[in-house]
Nanobody, 115 residues
């Protein structure tokens, strides 16, 4: 059974940094795309960043220049490096994977940006 497990969330002051990790386990024959989404209270889930084909990266306008998505194929792990965090980045962050023709979601990790 395929599982996505996020880690790395927490409380950080404005201007600070966090790195989220998403470890993929299970029988995986192909990885089409990996992505990070977030959902703030009272708002819809939105795409933050994605990586397709191992190298094509896209970012939401609100995080361009501050967030970086990357992957480690050997560890089946995708990362989201978040710098210059602002209070508007506060949300539950979810890992998403398009793997072996199916979609999978992690359980989410809370990121809170506050002084």
């Amino acid at each position: 059974q395929v599982q996505l497990v996020e880690s790395g969330g927490g409380l950080v002051q404005p201007g600070g940094s966090l790195r989220l990790s998403c470890a993929v386990s299970g029988n995986i024959f192909s990885i089409i795309a990996m992505a990070w989404y977030r959902q703030a209270p009272g708002k819809q889930r939105e795409l933050v960043a994605s990586i397709t084909g191992g190298s094509i990266r896209t970012y939401a306008d609100s995080v361009k220049g501050r967030f970086t998505i990357s992957g480690d194929n050997a560890k089946n792990t995708v990362y989201l490096q978040m710098n210059s965090l602002i209070p508007e980045d506060t949300a539950v962050y979810y890992c998403y994977g398009s793997l072996s023709g199916r979609s999978y979601w992690g359980q989410g990790t809370q990121v809170t940006v506050s002084s």
